[in-house]
């Protein structure tokens, strides 16, 4: 087994916990769209990981497409408001529309992503999310249909998931030390 990366103090999901809940997620998903060659939206950057593993786990014909949102500023988390950086190439209109995301933490750009898709007329816009971040106290703007694991409210790195764009790279999820971003 590969060495913990010297800034990650406790792995959280482990590379082969990684494959299970993949391979649960794509039986779920398969069962769920056989015959209507739904749309994957992959929401750039952290989800490229996932995107790549879930796409060969789900059995039935899919198209992939990519999104690139960002924030306006600091106070766009709270907004919720996003800036499209890259924009779909597909037409949306009467697709089902499967958004794949890394993380869920307040779930804000999931809730615009999701009205904005919506309103360009997708017959279905529904999300899976490898990662639900449980914080206390509060709620998250959305709920997937598809969820991989609960993980707790600390800095999770790994499996597409960065720090400063580092650590996207590591096969499993852990928790970076603090030392490391404080
Ligand atoms: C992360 C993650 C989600 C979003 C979740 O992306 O990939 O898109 O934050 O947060 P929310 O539920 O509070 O809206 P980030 O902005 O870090 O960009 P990245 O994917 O390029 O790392």
Do not use: W
């Amino acid at each position: 087994m590969e060495a913990l990366h010297p800034d990650v103090s406790e792995v959280v999901l482990s590379e082969q916990d990684i494959k299970d809940i993949v391979t649960r997620m794509g039986d779920a998903i398969t069962a769920d769209y056989k015959e209507r060659n739904p749309l994957v939206v992959a929401v750039l950057k952290g989800a490229v990981v996932f995107t790549a593993d879930i796409m060969r786990a789900i059995k039935c014909p899919i198209a992939v497409d990519f999104m690139a949102v960002s924030s306006y500023g600091d106070g766009v988390k709270s907004s919720g408001v996003v800036r499209i950086v890259k924009d779909l190439d597909t037409k949306i209109e009467g697709r089902d529309v499967l958004i794949v995301e890394d993380i869920l933490d307040s779930g804000l750009t999931l809730s615009y992503l999701i009205r904005m898709l919506e309103a360009r007329g997708a017959n279905s816009v529904k999300v899976a999310a490898f990662l639900v971040k449980d914080v206390e106290g509060k709620k998250p703007a959305v709920h997937p249909e598809y969820v991989g694991a609960h993980v707790p409210d600390e800095f999770i790195v790994g499996y597409g998931l960065d720090f400063a764009e580092r650590y996207r790279n590591l096969p499993y999820i852990g928790i970076l030390k603090p030392e490391v971003y404080s």
